[in-house]
């Protein structure tokens, strides 16, 4: 698993497969308009990463490029960019999709144990991962239902909890911090809690299409940039008469670029 998204960890699957299909949709988007407009694609492929293959390449002729009309080479340059946006919207409808109508029925969000604290009751008793259910006869569902259970617990007295794996019952140490107030020694989290392969599934879904949408969206803007190799380079050539502009336009976002880059610096 790679942390990618804040409070989301992807796949590693969901990865490879988003990369394969952002880079498809892109290459092929060019190769498509390319035909299209008559000029002859100089090689295709697989993009092959050790022996995962991670996209495809369409290479059209330069010079038959040039030889269009300027509206039909920024059409040809700007179709990548253009299906990589369509591609974000149907993701991010995929996505809701997913959130709205069919991740409820497969997971539900709980009051997880999170950890055990030593010397305390609950030490190596609670299992990492089970749900609690009920806090001294009350129902937990969730921070403020916890809070309200477990605030009347106080020191020697007995403090039951159920959770999805059994029921324990305990009796309560002071709390160093507040003398009058019990603990049992256990951490407690609030996340969702995904059930069998069915939810697991859902979940695999719902990282895939989001990270596709935010994959989509990130090269799609990035290759409007006015820089050589990116289709932005391409499309302001072909649209721009001044030269020197274009150039001065991709010096002006290379300082920008690094500008933002700076503060990466000291994290390193």
């Given at each position: 698993?790679?942390?990618?998204?804040?409070?989301?960890?992807?796949?590693?699957?969901?990865?490879?497969?988003?990369?394969v299909?952002?880079l498809?949709?892109?290459?092929?988007?060019?190769?498509?308009?390319s035909?299209?407009?008559?000029?002859?694609?100089?090689?295709?492929?697989?993009?092959?990463?050790?022996?995962?293959?991670?996209?495809?390449?369409?290479?059209?002729?330069?010079?038959?490029?040039?030889?269009?009309?300027?509206?039909?080479?920024?059409?040809?340059?700007?179709?990548g960019?253009?299906?990589?946006?369509?591609?974000?919207?149907v993701?991010?409808?995929?996505?809701?999709?997913?959130?709205?109508?069919?991740?409820?029925?497969?997971?539900?969000?709980?009051?997880?144990?999170?950890?055990?604290?030593?010397?305390?009751?609950?030490?190596?008793?609670?299992?990492?991962?089970?749900?609690?259910?009920?806090?001294?006869?009350?129902?937990?569902?969730?921070?403020?239902?916890?809070?309200?259970?477990?605030?009347?617990?106080?020191?020697?007295?007995?403090?039951?909890?159920?959770?999805?794996?059994?029921?324990?019952?305990?009796?309560?140490?002071?709390?160093?911090?507040?003398?009058?107030?019990?603990?049992?020694?256990?951490?407690?989290?609030?996340?969702?809690?995904?059930?069998?392969?069915?939810?697991?599934?859902?979940?695999?879904?719902?990282?895939?299409?989001?990270?596709?949408?935010?994959l989509?969206?990130?090269?799609?803007?990035f290759?409007?940039?006015?820089?050589?190799g990116?289709?932005g380079?391409?499309?302001?050539n072909?649209?721009?008469?001044?030269?020197?502009?274009?150039?001065?336009?991709?010096?002006?976002?290379?300082?920008?670029?690094?500008?933002?880059?700076?503060?990466?610096?000291?994290?390193?």
């Amino acid at each position: 698993m790679v942390p990618i998204i804040p409070g989301l960890d992807i796949p590693f699957a969901a990865g490879i497969i988003s990369l394969v299909v952002l880079l498809t949709i892109h290459e092929l988007s060019h190769g498509v308009l390319s035909r299209i407009f008559g000029v002859k694609l100089k090689s295709t492929g697989l993009l092959i990463f050790g022996i995962l293959p991670i996209g495809a390449f369409v290479e059209p002729e330069d010079k038959a490029i040039r030889k269009l009309a300027p509206a039909k080479q920024i059409g040809i340059f700007s179709a990548g960019i253009a299906a990589n946006f369509v591609a974000m919207l149907v993701f991010f409808v995929l996505m809701l999709t997913t959130i709205l109508y069919i991740a409820p029925k497969a997971y539900s969000y709980g009051i997880v144990v999170s950890g055990t604290t030593q010397g305390y009751p609950a030490y190596n008793v609670l299992s990492i991962g089970s749900q609690v259910l009920r806090w001294n006869g009350q129902n937990v569902s969730d921070i403020s239902t916890l809070e309200s259970a477990s605030s009347m617990d106080k020191p020697n007295e007995p403090v039951t909890i159920v959770t999805n794996v059994s029921t324990y019952a305990f009796n309560a140490l002071p709390d160093p911090a507040n003398a009058s107030r019990g603990l049992v020694g256990v951490a407690l989290s609030y996340k969702p809690i995904i059930r069998g392969a069915a939810a697991s599934a859902v979940y695999f879904l719902y990282t895939l299409f989001a990270l596709s949408m935010l994959l989509n969206f990130f090269i799609a803007v990035f290759n409007l940039l006015p820089l050589p190799g990116l289709d932005g380079w391409a499309i302001y050539n072909s649209s721009i008469r001044n030269k020197r502009l274009v150039k001065y336009l991709a010096w002006i976002m290379l300082v920008a670029i690094a500008i933002n880059a700076l503060p990466w610096l000291f994290y390193i």
